[in-house]
């Protein structure tokens, strides 16, 4: 039995009494036989959701190799109230990471579907209980008839997807581009995918001062004040400053997220992602390159905004119903902050 029935079953049974009297058992017995799994159903705006984001971002294009994409959690549609169908409210909730916080938003807001850029089931689940975190999302939302859809390396690599996105950001100093992918997917892909693949590869046709990239990817992923940069330094002299000749770029490759093992082959001056070990910036310093971190998730963030959001109501709007409402969560951040050590908030030592 799906679970997500179950507990809509036993919402709309709570007036039970047990044991039961024949009168209730013999009503009990004809609810759940008129509610069989054979008349389970997911609404239609979760299969028009669902449509329209692997017509977005195919799910042939994720690394299967290791990703979960995909419907992760299915809902029903709710049993007839007094003869009539209940509606689902057409209504998805954008989110960069499904946490508590995001759930009980998604419940406030009576989205029916959430849209999570990672997923929040990863791995094969031996037990569904409260005490893991994860698991306990699981619960509540299946507790709220709330489905769950995750796209996440298949926007990475689709054209006009994330990755793309980060390189248009590169467009805006004046000179021209050519831009390849960084690692070209070599299994068949949907129609009107060509190209398709992880990272991108942008080279510019005469070099670019590097802050002025590093101001524009600040800007344009919300405005962050603080970025980590690695550069080649003379470890003889062990000083911050660069030495020899000005540090210009004529390339830059682009990876969301954590980009190392896309990049660790590419031939750029500049390499930026969200995150990146210790020693893989150190060697690649020692190669001669820099290195952009913006941290893991503000390197995708803000795409949920700028692209998927009017993406996804464009097709909802032509192939669903007029009223949709697409909403990106205000609880999603990344879950890190950088403190000043001599201006650490209040609340640090309460």
């Keep these: 039995m799906n679970v997500a029935a179950l507990f809509s079953r036993v919402a709309l049974a709570k007036a039970a009494r047990f044991p039961p009297s024949p009168g209730n058992l013999c009503r009990f017995k004809r609810f759940m036989a008129t509610n069989d799994t054979e008349a389970m159903t997911a609404p239609p705006f979760t299969t028009q959701v669902v449509t329209a984001m692997r017509s977005l971002y195919p799910e042939e294009l994720a690394d299967r190799s290791w ?15 007094n003869g009539s169908p209940q509606i689902v409210p057409s209504r998805v909730l954008l989110t960069n990471d499904l946490t508590i916080r995001v759930a009980q938003e998604a ?38 008839n709330i489905a769950v859809y995750s796209p996440h390396t298949a926007v990475d690599a689709a054209p006009g997807g994330l990755n793309d996105w980060l390189a248009d950001m590169l467009d805006g100093h004046k000179v021209t581009t050519t831009r390849s992918v960084v690692k070209p997917i070599t299994t068949p892909l949907p129609q009107g ?133 697409v909403l990106v969560s205000e609880e999603d951040e990344d879950p890190f902050e950088i403190w000043d050590v001599e201006h650490m908030p209040e609340w640090a030592y309460i």
């Design 193 to 325: 995918f060509a190209g398709a693949g992880y990272g991108r590869l942008v080279e510019f046709g005469h070099p670019v001062n590097m802050g002025r990239i590093v101001e524009e990817y600040a800007r344009r992923l919300g405005g962050l004040r603080h970025v980590m940069v690695a550069y080649p330094r003379d470890a003889a002299k062990r000083t911050s400053k660069p030495t020899g000749p000005p540090i210009v770029i004529r390339s830059v490759g682009i990876c969301a997220g954590s980009g190392h093992d896309v990049l660790s082959g590419c031939d750029a001056d500049l390499l930026v992602t969200g995150e990146m070990s210790h020693h893989a910036a150190l060697r690649l310093t020692m190669q001669g390159k820099c290195v952009l971190t913006v941290f893991h998730s503000n390197s995708e963030r803000q795409f949920l905004t700028d692209k998927m959001k009017p993406d996804l109501e464009k097709v909802l709007r032509r192939d669903a119903d007029a009223a949709t409402e």
């Design 67 to 81: 990703d979960n994409v995909g419907l992760l959690l299915e809902n029903t549609q709710p049993p007839l109230h």
């Design 107 to 144: 419940i406030r807001k009576r989205a029916s579907v959430i849209v999570t850029y990672h997923p929040f089931i990863f791995r094969g689940l031996k037990s569904i209980t409260l005490s893991d975190p994860h698991q306990h999302i699981v619960i509540l939302l299946m507790r709220n």
